[in-house]
């Protein structure tokens, strides 16, 4: 009558382990639909910015990753306001602090290889 306490353990661990393998295989399975319900014909670039045919979106990108700190109207709030950055700054200064950062607050590297397409954006706001 002596029971091992160590048989039910391994069967739910067995069971556990085959129940992750089949999810991921449901999972796999599922990749292009997921994929299509984040949008057909449009691609994420690695930076955040969404655009038709993969292209880098500035808007997108300033909607993930700079909104936060510049405000949703670029009026500024633990970042600078950026409208009228244009006025303030050349093209070069702003790709310079896109990739380098300024002061203790921005920090750099946040467009990595579209920083000329962001700087061209802000200097529009």
Known sequence: MNRNPIIPFILIMVFGIGLVFFMSLEGLNNSEEMAEEHGEGTEETAEGGTAEGGE??????????????????????????????????????????????????????????????????????
């Open 56 to 125: 880098f979106d500035p808007q997108a990108h300033y909607e993930k990753a700079c909104i936060t700190c510049h405000g949703g109207n670029y009026e500024g709030g633990a970042g600078p306001a950026l409208t009228g950055v244009g006025d303030r700054y050349s093209k070069e200064e702003i790709v310079e602090i896109l990739q380098e950062g300024k002061g203790g607050g921005m920090p750099a590297g946040l467009v990595p290889g579209n920083e000329e397409a962001m700087a061209e954006w802000l200097m529009e706001l």
